[in-house]
């Protein structure tokens, strides 16, 4: 089992900055992939960001150009800085992992990103951007 605990959520000022972190511990395969979600009230949950420990990445287009994600495999902790933050980034971000699996290519990190859920997830933290 993989437990993944999540932090750096709040609340910032649209245009402002805001840095969240996952730590996974438990049984890490060599090779994993992990990343971040997001859901708005009202909406679908959607792909963010995510990264494998190859450091191939994948973003959506939303938020491409504003987000960086950065993974630090020594400590199994994936961190997602965000800038530029707008109101409709306001959602529960979700950390997510999935062992055993990378981002083989373009075609299949886009897949995972936007249509595959991993088998690990955290617990969720806010993030309200007020315009």
């Known amino acids: 089992q993989v437990r993944l605990v999540e932090s750096g959520g709040g609340s910032v000022e649209g245009g402002g900055s805001l840095t969240l972190s996952c730590a996974a511990s438990?049984?890490?395969?060599?090779?994993?992939?992990m990343g971040w979600f997001r859901q708005a009230p009202g909406k679908e949950r959607e792909g963010v960001a995510l990264?494998?420990?190859?450091?191939?990445?994948v973003f959506a287009d939303s938020v491409l150009g504003r987000f960086t994600i950065s993974l630090d495999n020594a400590k199994s902790t994936v961190y997602l800085q965000m800038s530029s933050l707008k109101p409709e980034d306001t959602a529960i971000y979700y950390c997510?992992?999935?062992?055993?699996?990378?981002?083989?290519?373009?075609?299949?990190?886009?897949?995972?990103?936007?249509?595959?859920?991993?088998?690990?997830w955290g617990q969720g933290t806010q993030v309200t951007v007020s315009s």
């Open positions: 438990g049984y890490m395969t060599p090779r994993y992939y």
């Open positions: 990264i494998d420990v190859k450091n191939k990445t």
């Open positions: 997510a992992a999935e062992m055993g699996s990378l981002l083989y290519n373009d075609y299949d990190a886009r897949r995972k990103l936007e249509r595959d859920l991993p088998a690990h």
